[in-house]
Every structure is written in C-alpha cells, then in structure tokens.
C-alpha cells in the first residue's frame, strides 16, 4: 500500500510561481512512478508531469501542453515529489494531485490551487 500526501497549494496572482510537494509513504521505490495530474473546472483529470523513475526507460514525461511551465523535481530518500510550477495563468486554477504506480495506480487526496487575474 502507498499513501502520497500533497502539500503548498494556495492562491496565486497571475505570473507567479509556486511548488507542490507530495510525500510517499509505504513501499514506493526510486523505480516506480511518480508524478503530478490535474483537473481544472469542466474538464477531465489530465496528467501534468510524472518521473517514470530511474528504471531505463522515458523518465521525464509531460501532458499536452505543461512543458515549459511545469517541472518535475524527485528526492528518492526523502520519497518526495516537487511540482515547479510557473507564468501561472487563471486556466491553471484545479485541484492538483499527486499520482504513484507499484502495481495499482495510487492518488493523493488532491490540493487546490488557485490563479487570481
């Protein structure tokens, strides 16, 4: 069983920064995905920015349109998963949530973040 804990969301003007941490507990090893989804007002979850882990394959993957913006940063002693997130734009406004895989898919409980104009 892994539990995923996210931290740092808030309200943000529009432009401004702000990082995400998300903190793994139970068996998550540095091979196993880990990363960040999101669902904005309307829409579907989508996914933001996972690290597929150290494990020789795409280790960086990105959803449609979050490269630039978005990155991903991983601590694997901490089990810790960053969210840098920048140019913040209103649209940006959702429930950020952090996302593991060892066998079953695995989700944090979500935190909001909010892009003031």
């Known amino acids: 069983q892994v539990q995923l804990v996210e931290s740092g969301g808030g309200e943000v003007q529009a432009g401004g920064s702000l990082i995400l941490s998300c903190v793994a507990s139970?068996?998550?090893?540095?091979?196993?995905?880990l990363g960040w989804y999101r669902q904005v007002p309307g829409k579907q979850r989508e996914l933001v920015v996972v690290?597929?882990?150290?494990?020789?394959?795409?280790?960086?993957e990105y959803g449609d349109s979050m490269k630039g913006r978005f990155s991903i940063s991983r601590d694997n002693e901490k089990n810790r998963v960053d969210l840098h997130m920048s140019s913040l734009k209103p649209e940006d406004t959702g429930i950020y949530y952090c996302?593991?895989?060892?066998?079953?898919?695995?989700w944090g409980q979500g935190t909001q973040v909010t892009v003031s104009s």
């Open positions: 996302y593991g895989h060892r066998g079953s898919k695995y």
């Open positions: 139970g068996r998550i090893f540095s091979t196993n995905p």
């Open positions: 690290d597929n882990g150290d494990n020789g394959g795409v280790r960086i």
